[in-house]
Each structure stands twice: as structure tokens, then as C-alpha cells.
């Protein structure tokens, strides 16, 4: 896979506005923000959506996603966030390499709008989707 412009800002090929790097993580202000402060946490490992990400990878970004979250939130003044990641061109996602966004929502105006049409779960469609999800989980 050819390499993404994530990649080349974490080797420091392009710059960025780097707010927390450890071994494993890299994050940084995104370029077009949806508020202030909204920020990209990004494993290190190129992988290009969260399933095939390793659970390394992503225990190291589960680990400091709260920490980061509340830095940002402290240094914007914000109380209220989203983190988003996004997994596919259908979903959303523009560069093929996992990240979390964290958007603070300091109003109406700012931040995440989210749509969100719900349906109704119905109770056979419901257990036949949890055993469904169930037996993939079982095989590992
Ligand atoms: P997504 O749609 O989830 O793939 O989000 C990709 C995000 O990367 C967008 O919010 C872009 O604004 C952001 N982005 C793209 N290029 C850069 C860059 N060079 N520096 C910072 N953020 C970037």
C-alpha cells in the first residue's frame, strides 16, 4: 500500500501542528476544523481502517485517547466532544490510515453535526443479529 500523507507528517515530511507523540501514537491539530482545538490521534501503524489495525496499536491509542481528550478540552474551554473515526469512502474516511478525531462542541454552531436516523430494533432481528456477531467473535 502506497503510503499516506499521515505517514509522511508522522516521519516529520509535512508539517503539522504536533500536540502528543509517544511510540505508537502521534497526534496533531487537523488542518480544517470543525471547531477549535479539533485534533487527530493516529497509531503510528499504517494500517488503513480500525479492523485491521493491531491490538497493540490499538491499546496504545485507547490508552491516551482520554488524556488527550481532556487537554484539548481544557486548553478550548470546551466541556462537550465527539471523537470519530471513520472506515471507508462510504463512511466518510478521505485518508486510508486510522485516526480518532476528537471535536470539541463548545455550541450549536461548532463542532460535529450529526445525522442520525434511527430505526427500531425488533426483538427476532435483534437476536439473530447478536448470534450473528457472537459466532464471527468466536472465531477469533
Ligand atoms: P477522515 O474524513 O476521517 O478521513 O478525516 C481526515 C481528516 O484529515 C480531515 O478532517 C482533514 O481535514 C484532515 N487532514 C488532511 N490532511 C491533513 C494535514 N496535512 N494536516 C492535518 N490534517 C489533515
Not at 35 to 42: A, Y
Amino acid at each position: 500500500m502506497s503510503e499516506t500523507i499521515f505517514t509522511r507528517i508522522i516521519k516529520g515530511q509535512i508539517p503539522s501542528h504536533r500536540v502528543y507523540e509517544d511510540e505508537k501514537v502521534f497526534a496533531f491539530l487537523d488542518i480544517a476544523p470543525l471547531s477549535p482545538g479539533h485534533t487527530l490521534v493516529v497509531p503510528k501503524e499504517p494500517a488503513a481502517t480500525l479492523d485491521v489495525l493491531s491490538e497493540e496499536s490499538a491499546a496504545a491509542v485507547g490508552r491516551v485517547l482520554p488524556r488527550i481528550a481532556r487537554a484539548v478540552m481544557a486548553a478550548t474551554g470546551t466541556r462537550d466532544y465527539n471523537v470519530l473515526q471513520n472506515n471507508g469512502a462510504a463512511a466518510h474516511q478521505a485518508v486510508p490510515h486510522v485516526h480518532f478525531h476528537v471535536i470539541p462542541r463548545p455550541d450549536d454552531a461548532r463542532g460535529l453535526g450529526v445525522g442520525w436516523p434511527s430505526g427500531r430494533l425488533e426483538a427476532d432481528a435483534g437476536k439473530r443479529m447478536a448470534a450473528a456477531v457472537v459466532a464471527e467473535l468466536a472465531k477469533g
